[in-house]
């Protein structure tokens, strides 16, 4: 297959090295100039969970007029429209398209771009991945991908696309309702994206943590009852319990809001708990926890980045509820 990924990070590179490893004509798509360059010069290596070893794929800065069979779009959420736009190039009539983000909302960003036929949303549950330097990818954990057609996009699709991430070694699973699926690993992630974010601390710190560990738990209760008056159909009868779980498997993990707010980047915070209370309001719901903790993420990533914002860049597009 002629695949092209969009955003080349940590995730992104794994999945553009392991696709192209087991033979797919893989482009990525970056716009780090060093990792572009890097890539085409020695190939992308890749270390870690997923093993050691250095794929040939071509590297670019921008996105083609070159249609692919499948196209891949793994950058964050603020950038996910950024990126359907300029994937238009890519797209043919039987081209189809996956989306993995962490949170809440940008699979509609993409079908809003570029139609919900073709597009179909993947859930990376339990990964973990770095980019130690240019070329270099570093996976942490190798867990399953559950992989929904978005609205109207054929299971046949879906199913030949998991197949397609299964034989790279990405074991990933077709799901009917990935709504379910993504609100499942919302409720882990608010649990510790923001916790960890705000105290320094690894997850296993926050869950053992008197203090923080209550709060960690409240946030996810505070999901777990805001998904239930949606009635999305998740297979969580005790979100405690899950999220103990989910952080017993990597004690030692920082969450990605965590590194960002370190490298003085924007995090994703306000699709992870910032969804929240955005989504309980549409029922009438209030979520206190998670839309405090987005706050003071929000603000520590504010202070951190005096000077360097951007001056046309929004800092997050989450907005507390001013409601009396």
């Given at each position: 297959m002629k695949i092209a990924v969009i955003g080349c990070g940590a995730m992104g590179s794994i999945y553009a090295g392991l696709l192209a490893a087991r033979g797919h004509d893989v482009l990525a798509i970056d716009r780090d100039a060093t990792h572009v360059a890097a890539i085409n010069?020695?190939?992308?290596?890749?270390?870690?969970a997923s093993g050691e070893r250095s794929a040939k794929l071509t590297a670019r800065e921008q996105c083609p007029d070159e249609p692919m069979d499948l196209v891949i779009i793994s950058v964050k959420a603020r950038h996910v429209r950024q990126a359907a736009e300029d994937s238009r190039g890519l797209l043919?009539?039987?081209?189809?398209?996956?989306?993995?983000?962490?949170?809440l909302?940008?699979?509609a960003q993409v079908?809003?771009?570029l139609g919900e036929d073709r597009l179909i949303v993947g859930v990376a549950q339990g990964f973990g991945a770095s980019r130690p330097e240019?070329?270099?990818a570093h996976h942490n954990a190798m867990k399953v991908i559950r992989m929904g057609a978005h609205s109207r996009c054929p299971r046949a699709a879906l199913e030949a696309v998991c197949r397609c991430f299964t034989e790279a070694g990405l074991e990933t699973e077709a799901v009917d309702d990935v709504l379910a699926v993504q609100w499942e690993k919302l409720i882990c992630n608010v649990a510790y994206s923001a916790p960890c974010a705000v105290t320094g601390m690894t997850v296993g710190e926050?869950?053992?943590d008197d203090y923080m560990g209550a709060v960690s738990r409240m946030a996810a209760m505070e999901a777990w009852r805001v998904a239930r008056a949606l009635n999305v159909a998740i297979d969580v009868d005790d979100p405690v319990t899950l999220v103990r779980d989910f952080a017993s498997r990597m004690p030692d993990a920082k969450p990605s809001v965590l590194l960002d707010v370190e490298a003085g980047k924007p995090s994703e915070v306000d699709v992870i708990n910032g969804a929240v209370p955005r989504e309980a309001r549409k029922v009438a719901l209030e979520a206190p926890v998670n839309a405090t903790l987005t706050a003071l993420v929000l603000t520590l990533e504010r202070r951190g980045r005096v000077?360097?914002?951007?001056p046309n860049e929004p800092n997050s597009t989450w907005a507390p509820d001013t409601k009396e």
């Open positions: 010069t020695k190939g992308l290596r890749l270390s870690g043919g009539p039987e081209t189809h398209v996956v989306t993995i983000q962490n949170g909302g940008s699979a079908a809003e771009v240019a070329g270099h926050v869950m053992q000077g360097s914002r951007l």
